[in-house]
């Protein structure tokens, strides 16, 4: 049984709450016990049933406890016999050959099942150590600019996908990116932390964004198949607040001034990562208070059940938030509901806001602080905040 104790208030003793092995292990007691009370009060011999205690208990224990149960089973069993002189009987001992079989059976199950969940354990793990890697943990704030993240995954079971975001200091400024790899599974992985790892390594070298966009492609280029295609959208915000934006064949950003929505774009769609090498950026400004969301195409292609998208007027109404971790709650809920809870496409919202100042955060955060650059070492913000996915 585990014991509760309510956070904050100690001596209160909480509810016990007994976990599955301890329910599985009462309700395997229970059955033994009827079973044997059957036989001995009422005379109905039915000794394969002494059996169905060890399958429950292997449901969701190990293969000690089990066999454990298994002996019980097998005992009562003999023990039956004895007690209503069936011991010379050949078909008693072949039922008690039954459930030996059985309960062997049961033993092996249990073993099977807690290997498996092993693996699981081991894929999990895993699993979480590739989100960190596409989805990395960022600052709350860096150099007055707020930021926060959310992901969702279309899958349930999957924690990543092939969505990816990340955001570096660098002597021009904030350099980020947010892409999306087409497909889905281990190779949209792979590929996008191929994305990932050529951008970190050339967004602080690399003196234009259009240079970064065109060296990203031409190092994911040989890893393509010839139906692989990633999106991106590349973004620079310059110490005075200025954004200079490469857009690869990605959905635009959208900048919230003054209340309004606007896509950010110059009208002359890039092709995606790897399939060019001629990148043209283009400029526009922001002020404090300003808020730039950059999103994958889950978001804008969430569709309801009539195949309408996500109105342009939820996104609004989402970003007018109080602060930035609310305006992104707010914009999963409103495509959670909008889908019914089917989405189709993995989701990655990065929202940045011109606080202004480096001192507070609209989120609640503390600022990051920088730590010592190591010479030779590329300069990046120690990460403060695990990202938070958005749980359906």
Not at 107 to 110: M, S
Not at 201 to 204: G, N, S
Not at 349 to 352: A, G, K, V
């Given at each position: 049984?585990?014991l509760?104790?309510?956070e904050?208030e100690?001596?209160?003793?909480?509810?016990?709450r007994?976990?599955?092995?301890?329910a599985?292990?009462?309700?395997a007691?229970?059955w033994?016990?009827?079973?044997?009370?059957?036989?001995?009060?009422?005379?109905i011999?039915?000794p394969?049933?002494f059996?169905?205690?060890?399958?429950?208990v292997a449901?969701?224990?190990?293969?000690?406890?089990?066999a454990?149960?298994a002996?019980v089973?097998?005992?009562?069993t003999?023990?039956?016999?004895?007690?209503?002189?069936?011991?010379?009987?050949?078909?008693y001992w072949?039922?008690?050959?039954?459930?030996?079989?059985?309960s062997?059976?049961a033993?092996?199950?249990?073993g099977?099942?807690?290997?498996?969940?092993?693996?699981l354990?081991?894929m999990?793990?895993?699993?979480q150590?590739?989100?960190?890697?596409l989805?990395?943990?960022l600052?709350?704030q860096m150099?007055?600019?707020?930021?926060?993240?959310?992901?969702?995954?279309?899958?349930?079971?999957?924690?990543?996908?092939?969505?990816?975001?990340?955001?570096?200091?660098?002597?021009?400024?904030?350099?980020?990116?947010?892409g999306?790899?087409?497909?889905?599974?281990l190779?949209?992985i792979?590929?996008?932390?191929q994305?990932?790892?050529a951008?970190r390594?050339?967004?602080?070298a690399t003196?234009?964004?259009?240079?970064v966009?065109?060296?990203v492609?031409?190092a994911?280029?040989?890893?393509?198949g010839?139906?692989?295609?990633v999106?991106?959208?590349?973004a620079q915000?310059a110490p005075t607040?200025?954004?200079?934006i490469?857009?690869?064949g990605?959905?635009?950003?959208?900048l919230r001034?003054r209340?309004?929505?606007?896509p950010?774009?110059?009208?002359?769609?890039?092709?995606?990562?790897g399939?060019d090498?001629?990148y043209t950026?283009f400029t526009?400004s922001?002020?404090?208070?300003?808020?730039?969301?950059?999103?994958t195409?889950?978001?804008?292609e969430?569709r309801?059940?009539?195949?309408?998208f996500?109105?342009?007027?939820?996104?609004?109404?989402?970003?007018?938030a109080?602060?930035?971790?609310?305006?992104l709650?707010?914009?999963?809920?409103?495509?959670?509901?909008?889908?019914?809870g089917?989405?189709?496409?993995?989701?990655a919202?990065?929202?940045?806001e011109h606080?202004?100042?480096?001192r507070?955060s609209?989120n609640?955060?503390?600022?990051?602080?920088p730590?010592?650059q190591r010479?030779?070492?590329p300069?990046?913000?120690?990460?403060?905040?695990?990202?938070?996915?958005?749980?359906s």
């Open positions: 049984m585990k509760l104790i309510a904050g100690p001596g209160v003793r909480a509810r016990w007994p976990s599955a092995e301890h599985a292990t009462a309700a007691v229970v033994l016990a009827g079973v044997g009370l059957l036989h001995v009060l009422m005379g011999t039915v394969s049933l059996s169905v205690a060890p399958l429950i449901t969701v224990a190990g293969e000690r406890r089990t454990v149960f002996g089973a097998v005992a009562l003999i023990a039956t016999g004895w007690w209503h002189g069936t011991t010379n009987d050949a078909v072949t039922r008690v050959a039954v459930v030996c079989v059985i062997a059976m033993i092996v199950v249990a099977m099942r807690r290997r498996r969940e092993e693996r354990a081991r999990t793990a895993i699993a150590a590739t989100q960190l890697a989805l990395p943990p600052p709350a150099i007055g600019i707020v930021i926060a993240t959310r992901y969702r995954s279309a899958t349930r079971e999957a924690s990543v996908g092939g969505d990816l975001y990340e955001v570096i200091p660098t002597g021009q400024g904030i350099r980020l990116i947010i999306d790899v087409r497909g889905s599974g190779d949209a792979r590929l996008a932390g994305v990932l790892s951008f390594r050339t967004a602080v003196p234009t964004m259009e240079q966009a065109g060296e492609g031409q994911i280029g040989p890893h393509l010839d139906e692989d295609f999106t991106a959208a590349l915000i607040g200025g954004l200079t490469v857009n690869c990605h959905p635009p950003p959208l001034h209340g309004n929505l606007q950010l774009t110059d009208g002359k769609p890039g092709m995606p990562l399939l090498d001629d950026a526009a922001w002020s404090p208070g300003d808020r730039l969301l950059l999103y195409d889950g978001l804008v969430s309801d059940a009539h195949g309408d996500l109105p342009q007027h939820q996104i609004a109404t989402a970003l007018a109080p602060d930035c971790d609310q305006a709650d707010t914009l999963m809920t409103a495509a959670h509901r909008h889908t019914s089917h989405a189709h496409d993995d989701i919202l990065l929202l940045l606080g202004g100042s480096a507070s609209a609640g955060n503390p600022p990051a602080v730590v010592q010479p030779g070492q300069s990046r913000a120690p990460a403060t905040r695990q990202p938070r996915p958005h749980q």
